[in-house]
């Protein structure tokens, strides 16, 4: 089993910045691979960003390109979401995920149904 934790989430203006952290527990951290997905009221679980067991590849939605950056820290079992210049648009409930195992240099999942276990997910809220 694996427990997945998120945090940072919170209310912020248009432009301003957000962390989001996603603490893991259970098998190895380090052999998972990780995402990050969003949700808005009334819509599907979209994707946002996943990277790779060793950090080294990642992968990101268009609508987050060059603003979000994902990262990981296997020492810590935690996974990152660095949100910059957030817009009204971003507000959404996130959510984080572990694809277990994954198989070193396969392709980077970015759908929900790759992935095995998610956190409860933490309410962003961007206002204009």
């Known amino acids: 089993q694996v427990q997945l934790v998120e945090s940072g989430g919170g209310l912020v203006q248009a432009g301003g910045s957000l962390r989001l952290s996603c603490a893991a527990a259970?098998?190895?951290?380090?052999?998972?691979?990780m995402g990050w997905f969003r949700q808005a009221p009334g819509k599907e679980r979209e994707f946002v960003a996943t990277i790779s067991w060793s950090g080294v590849r990642t992968n990101s939605a268009d609508s987050v390109k060059g603003r979000f950056t994902i990262s990981r820290d296997n020492a810590k079992n935690t996974l990152y979401l660095q949100m910059n210049s957030l817009k009204p648009e971003d507000t959404a409930v996130y959510y984080c995920?572990?694809?277990?195992?994954?198989?070193?240099?396969?392709?980077?999942?970015?759908?929900?149904?790759?992935?095995?276990?998610w956190g409860q997910g933490t309410q962003v809220t961007v206002s204009s």
């Open positions: 995920a572990a694809k277990v195992p994954y198989m070193s240099g396969s392709p980077l999942p970015r759908h929900p149904y790759e992935y095995d276990y």
């Open positions: 259970g098998r190895a951290f380090s052999t998972y691979a």
